[in-house]
């Protein structure tokens, strides 16, 4: 049996504190994602939640990440390489330039 690659973070919902569990890939992507709307990751789960999504939270954080990359894909406007290693770190739960929340 081969262990699970779900990594599990605290965000803060429109519910409280809680905690998810998301494919590195996805964490990444979330991470990507609130660099380019200059927001926190619990700002941008509270956002997905308020879309109405039906299912689940960790369904709703999966389909909107698709949903971005692919309407972004579709415009052919591209986004920034974010691939570039970055120093995240907490300051006082906010992202500063470069750093994130979601470490």
């Known amino acids: 049996m081969t262990a699970s690659r779900l990594i599990n973070r605290n965000v803060i919902a429109k519910s409280g504190r809680t905690s998810m569990r998301l494919e590195p890939e996805l964490w990444d992507a979330l991470r990507e994602i609130c660099l380019l709307e200059t927001i926190t990751l619990s700002d941008l789960v509270q956002r997905i939640e308020r879309e109405g999504h039906p299912g689940g939270r960790t369904s709703a954080i999966r ?11 579709r415009s052919g406007g591209g986004i920034p390489d974010l691939r570039k290693p970055a120093s995240w770190r907490r300051t006082r739960g906010q992202p500063t330039a470069g750093v994130s929340a979601i470490a």
Do not use: E, T
């Open 63 to 73: 389909v909107h990440v698709v949903n971005y990359f692919r309407k972004i894909a």
